[in-house]
């Protein structure tokens, strides 16, 4: 049995949630970190429905510095970081930049001071694909470039990476950063998934809650681009899939096999799936209609981005398995179940 310690902060979290099941399924014991502004403690009750096992919770903001180091004297022998905490709703950190910088950029030095203070060498970052903006070339690579970010959201992923980079040459410490594309769908129980508190931003939950008659209609934003149909095109993987690449990063870096002390890898299928072939996709398998609108442009959308995902394949041994039928299908049983689970 892995008596490894994981601290995962955000588990309470879409990502953080699912992650901490494929972690303790694997024998890790998982210790939680979350403000719950964004989330509920009750996802903890759904994780040990699956598992069997509930991780230990400290609720509090990773802003507040006394209380991360009062969390590292209680919490001594934690083997391994997972960062998950943060603010990624891109229109919200264009009202409200501070609001970014402050919580995801001052959250991260706390940890990373923490890190130092209290001798922690390893840590597995949440970053994104928004750090490349509109790539030239695609699929996108790690080698290539990051364009300016479209948002302070995106820009605040960019920061991040930047400083662990700084921080693992004068600190000893190891990062494996990875970038994910858009994660979508829910795990195959349905006790966990994506729970937006108020109006939804992401493109599947609209979908759901659309088809669920919680929202009356989804807006598409855009078919005039130059893609096969005009609407935008992305790289949507299932969130079991990110989940697990995150074990193997944790793995990695506990077994000592990174080859660098700052690794970065995309987490994508490689495939590339417009909205109105993901909205058709979606029709299909819930058997359902969905009422939806062609409406302008959104800001700061990019146009076209997938995932070159050679790298994670080879170096991490990590492949994503499941395909979009998969992902909205779960994403639906998700949504369906939603209305009978009580969270908070
Ligand atoms: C963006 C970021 C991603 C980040 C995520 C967090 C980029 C390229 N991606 O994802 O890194 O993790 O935000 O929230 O910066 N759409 C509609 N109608 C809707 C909602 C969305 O048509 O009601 C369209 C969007 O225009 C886009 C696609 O659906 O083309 C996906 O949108 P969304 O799910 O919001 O994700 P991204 O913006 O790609």
Known sequence: MNK????????????????????????????????LK???????????????IKPTFYEFDLCDKSALDNFFYREPNIDAIIHFAALKAVGESVDNPLLYYKNNILSLINLLDAMIKFNLKNIVFSSSCTVYGQPDVLPVSEQSPMKKAESPYGQTKQMAEQILSDVVKSAGINVIALRYFNPIGAHDSSLIGEFPI?????????????AMGIREKLMVF?????????SCVRDYIHVVDIAKAHVIA?????????????????????????????????????NTKLNYEITSRRNGDVEKVFADTNLANKELGWKAERDLENMLLTAWNWQIKLKDLKLN
């Open 250 to 286: 944790i793995e990695r870096l506990l077994k000592k096999n990174n080859k660098s002390p700052f690794e970065v890898f995309n987490l994508g299928t490689g495939n590339g799936f417009t909205v109105l072939e993901t909205i058709k996709t979606f029709e299909k398998v819930s």
């Open 222 to 230: 855009g078919d005039d681009y130059n893609t096969k149909d005009g």
């Open 38 to 52: 964004n989330s509920f403690a009750g996802v903890l009750n759904q994780v040990e429905k699956i598992s069997g």
């Open 4 to 35: 490894s310690k994981i601290l995962v902060t955000g588990g309470t979290g879409y990502i953080g949630s699912h992650t901490i099941v494929e972690l303790q399924a694997l024998g890790f014991e998982v210790i939680v970190i979350d403000s």
């Open 198 to 210: 108020g109006a939804p931003n992401n493109l599947v939950p609209m979908i759901t809650q659309t």
